[in-house]
C-alpha cells in the first residue's frame, strides 16, 4: 500500500463516492489523521489507517444501516481494533479501455448509484421508525378513546341514577321532575 490516498484512490479502495468520504471526514475528523482533515484550502490526503477507518464507517453505515451516532459509539469502544477488511481488488481483464466502455453503457455512476443506494437505506430506516412511532401513537389514541368512552358511559349510567324530586315536589318547591 502507499504512504497516502487521494480522495478518489480511498473512494475506489472503499467502494464508495467521493462525496461520502467528505461527509465522513466531519463527522469522524477526531479519528482521522490531521492529512485526511486539512485546514481549508489544504490538500486533502488519507493515511492508510484512515482508509481502514473510512471503510468500517462505510461498512456500519451502508451494510449494517447503522447511524453515525451508533458508529461513533462503536468507535469508543474499540470496534475498529477487531475490524478486518481488505481494499476492493480491481478485476484481473479490467483494462482501461474495458472499463471506460463499461462505463460508458451505465446510465448512473457507480459512485453515484451507491451514495443514493445509501440514502435510499438511510430513508427506509427512517421510515420504519417513523411507522413504529405512528404505530405507538395510535395504540394510545385507541387506549384513550376506550377510557374516554368507559367515562362517558359511567357519567350517563351516574345521570340516569339520579333521584328526581315527584312532580308534586317540583309544584311547590321547583326543581327537575321525574320522567
Known sequence: MKDYYSTKEAAELIGASKQILRAYTGTYARYLSTEATPEPGGVRRFT??????????????????LTHEAVLEQLAEGALEQFTWQPEQPEPESTPESQQSAEAGMLVPVAQYRAAEALLRDA???????????Q??????????RELGQAQGELSATLANQRRAPAWWVALFG???DG
Do not use: H, P
Open 136 to 145: 405507538a401513537l395510535q395504540e394510545k389514541i385507541n387506549l384513550l378513546e
Open 124 to 134: 427506509q430506516r427512517r421510515e420504519s421508525d417513523a411507522q413504529e412511532r405512528e
Open 175 to 177: 326543581g327537575k321532575q
Open 48 to 65: 492508510e489507517a484512515d482508509v481502514r477507518l473510512l471503510a468500517f464507517v462505510y461498512q456500519k453505515t451502508t451494510g449494517e444501516n
